[in-house]
């Protein structure tokens, strides 16, 4: 077993928590809307043997509060973000693993930061704006007002749905990981007001990803291709001419199926991607 080891690491205008255990060369792992450090922890022991896996709270979540709550929040941004961790806690070029909201980051990470990254895994990004108008999910308005009416657990419930994740249908013995209630609900709400605009605005340097030397794999879910994540990772892969990688579960695989999307994971990064 690892030592985990936890800390804080000042950037401009925020402060980021993250966790490091493991040994070896670095694996950053960026978590969806609303998740943050502790969101793999189902895998991170596993990976540990193999990797110096670094976690971390993207700014404006509770363990990482921003200098100023009213500042505008960008992917460029948190892509800066992701950076400077790695400057910081890397030792050399990192394995990234991103995961729906994590996933964009990334994608913004190598286009403008090729040299801190050898391989991105990029499981399901939102990048909505790749996909033809009349398919782009609408405006969270009514999660918006979800949120404001009945609160973060029941607007991450639905929104939940429209991912096309269901926490009940996976391996049979998996147990998501226990969640601070209240840290939940503050990354939930600041996930839906702040941070999911700037994911809808963003559309990804494709040219800057097909110049980059980093190895990019494009990653989708076995389930929940209806869902709108997985037709985004699809026309990805499309526009960037790379296959897409298939993962166990849908769109939250590595809650609902940690032991395979953990494998799965080992050997996309050892073999590169799987067709």
Known sequence: MHTLVEGTHAVPGASLHY???????????MSGGHGDANSFDGMAAVLAEHFTVVSYD??????????????????ATHGDDAAA????????????FGTSAGAVVGLDLVARHPGLARTLVAHEPPVVRLLPPTERPAPPVELL????????????????????????????????????????????????????????QFT??????????????P??????????????????????GLPLTPFPGGHAGFVTHP?????????VLANGPAR
């Open 85 to 96: 961790l790695l400057r910081a806690v890397a030792n050399g070029p990192a394995y990234v």
């Open 259 to 267: 032991r395979a999307f953990t494998r799965q994971l080992l050997t």
């Open 58 to 75: 993207r700014r404006g979540y509770a363990r990482s509060p921003l200098v100023d709550p009213a500042a505008p929040q960008t992917v």
């Open 204 to 217: 990804p340097d494709l040219a800057a990803l097909k110049a980059s030397p980093v190895h990019l794999i």
């Open 19 to 29: 966790q490091v255990r493991g040994a070896g060369p670095a694996l950053l792992l």
């Open 219 to 240: 990653a989708g879910g076995t389930t929940g291709h209806e869902a709108f994540p997985y037709r985004c990772a699809v026309a990805l892969a499309e526009r960037l």
């Open 145 to 200: 007002e979800q949120l404001r009416v009945a609160g973060p657990v029941a607007a991450m419930d639905t929104f939940r749905a429209m991912l096309g994740v269901d926490l009940d249908d996976g391996e049979p013995d998996a147990e998501p990981q226990p969640q601070d209630p209240a840290r939940a609900r503050a990354n939930a709400t600041f996930f839906f007001t702040r941070e999911a605009p700037a994911l809808d």
